[in-house]
């Protein structure tokens, strides 16, 4: 269930930027126009049980994920990458990706309208 809470935190961002709003924004950029496009191949490769590329498509998710601060996901996206490549739990996985697609979808509008504060 999706609360108001806020799912992702600049802190990481702006501390590694030294506060460059001009790198944030770009940061903020891609995560908006890659992890859409991810959250579906993951859900492809999930759906036809793909688990290599499964695995390299988190993979690439997983920096921009921390780099947003999207911490709530880091149990989500561990338990994945293990269940993958140990090929174990894999009826579990689902639900974590059902989790990070859902967070991920409501960071998008936070992101958004922190594009938008930015200089």
Not at 70 to 94: A, D, P
Request: overall charge negative.
């Amino acid at each position: 269930m999706i609360t108001n809470q806020k799912h992702s935190d600049l802190t990481y961002l702006i501390n590694a930027s030294d506060n460059n709003a001009g790198f944030i924004k770009q940061m903020i950029d891609i995560f908006l126009k890659q992890t859409p496009e991810f959250l579906q191949e993951l859900r492809t490769y999930h759906d036809n049980q793909d688990w290599e590329n499964f695995r390299k498509v988190m993979h690439k998710m997983k920096p921009t994920i921390k780099m947003m601060g999207i911490n709530e996901l880091n149990k989500n996206i561990e338990f994945i990458e293990t269940s993958v490549k140990q090929q174990q739990n894999l009826s579990e996985v689902t639900a974590h990706l059902t989790t990070i697609d859902t967070v991920c979808k409501a960071s998008f509008k936070e992101l958004q309208q922190e594009l938008e504060k930015l200089p």
